[in-house]
């Protein structure tokens, strides 16, 4: 039977799949890269009505992010319009009510993130980002494999996408999608952390509306029926110099 999984069923089947997928499955695989992507701009989204400042380095930086992501395999990636990033206690009062499961299970998920306060004021140090989508297709709503593998396709490219961004920016803060799923078996809260420099909390533990950002970014955040859609971000500043 052929439904559309709108926008919020999409997020919340989003949510409770990372969450299954934090109990039983390590994705940390092997990155996803094709040699042979379109990189085209037929991917990427209008800048028309973002209205960050825009300079040089940044727009040469953005450049070879957006070059990056194709060639990852991205389906969809654009700027990031960073006065979209909006912090908001409606949404952290959505984890709290765990929804997703995920609340207090997770360092990298609200409570151990971080209060709204601290974790929102890292992000406002950046005037520039860019958002990366995985797209694909289900046979149905409750197409439960096909969510997995598109999570786990998802989060192996934005591992990948974040270690090269590091390599391009001088500075950089990601945001996943969904709770962390590198370890079978979250450390949280007798031990710490075992990847700090890989584990990123979601745009959601940000306080982030993902649609909301998606549509001021002039991004779209449903791609059609039966499709689904995994959302993250790389705030950055910066270019690392080339070496010589
Ligand atoms: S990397 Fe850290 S936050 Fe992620 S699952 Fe492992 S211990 Fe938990």
């Known amino acids: 039977m052929a439904n559309e999984v709108d926008n919020e069923m999409t997020n919340e089947l989003a949510d409770e799949s990372a969450n299954e997928l934090a109990n039983q499955t390590n994705t940390n695989g092997n990155p ?24 040089d380095e940044c727009n040469k930086t953005f450049e070879t992010l957006k070059r990056l992501a194709g060639e990852i395999g991205f389906e969809h990636f654009g700027k990031l319009n960073t006065d979209a990033l909006i912090f908001r206690e409606e949404v952290r009062a959505m984890c709290e009510d765990d929804r997703c499961g995920s609340w207090n299970k997770s360092w990298t998920c609200p409570p151990a993130c971080g209060s709204l306060e601290a974790i929102s004021r890292r992000a406002k140090r950046f005037s520039e980002g860019i958002l990366v989508q995985t797209t694909g297709s289900l ?35 990601p945001m996943s999608a969904g709770t962390c799923t590198l370890c079978r078996r979250c450390t949280y809260p007798s031990r710490p952390c075992r990847f ?49």
């Open 139 to 173: 046979e149905d709503p409750f197409d439960m494999e096909a969510m997995r593998d598109l999570e786990a396709l998802h989060k192996q490219r934005f591992q990948t996408f974040v270690r090269q961004a590091e390599q391009v920016c001088s500075r950089t803060l």
């Open 196 to 244: 700090p420099g890989r584990a990123h909390p979601s745009m959601e533990a940000y306080g982030l509306l993902i649609s909301e950002v998606l549509e001021r970014s002039g991004m779209r955040y449903n791609y059609g029926k039966n499709t689904m859609t995994f959302t993250s971000c790389i705030l950055f500043q910066g270019q690392k110099p080339e070496r010589p």
């Open 32 to 55: 996803v890269v094709s040699d042979e992507v379109d990189v085209s701009d037929e991917n990427m989204v209008s800048d028309e009505n973002i209205e960050n400042d825009e300079c």
